[in-house]
Nanobody, 123 residues
Framework: VQLVESGGGSVQAGGSLRLSCAGS????????MGWFRQVPGKVREGFAA???????TYADSVKGRFTISRDNAKDTLYLQMNSLEPKDTAMYYC??????????????????WGQGTQVTVSS
């Protein structure tokens, strides 16, 4: 199983970025997928998840600004991030789990992780 994130970078506050997570080595369409982020010294935060049926879940911190989506034909997970704020600065990770989740935003639910992509938002 391999997950590879891309699309991170540096933007000014109010800007947008689109992250991608390419999956391989597993049946992507059957897996629940999530986006997490982590700042050094802090707990990894789950903020967006999508079930295999496309149902999305968001943390309040990103609701209305971020959109998670998946393209099962391309084995790719996306995260559209709009209205970015300096507090969104973090390393962003995608993760996968082979089945329905109990807590879609809990890191311990997921067993496959990407290497991360850095997002930096300046004021």
């Amino acid at each position: 199983v391999q997950l590879v994130e891309s699309g991170g970078g540096s933007v000014q506050a109010g800007g947008s970025l689109r992250l991608s997570c390419a999956g391989s080595g597993f049946t992507f369409s059957a897996y629940a997928m999530g986006w997490f982020r982590q700042v050094p010294g802090k707990v990894r935060e789950g903020f967006a998840a999508v079930d295999s049926d496309g149902s999305g879940t968001y943390a309040d911190s990103v609701k209305g600004r971020f959109t998670i989506s998946r393209d099962n034909a391309k084995d790719t997970l996306y995260l559209q991030m709009n209205s970015l704020e300096p507090k969104d600065t973090a390393m962003y990770y995608c993760a996968a789990y082979p089945g329905p989740l109990i807590n879609r935003l809990a890191a311990w639910e997921y067993n496959y992780w990407g290497q991360g992509t850095q997002v930096t938002v300046s004021s």
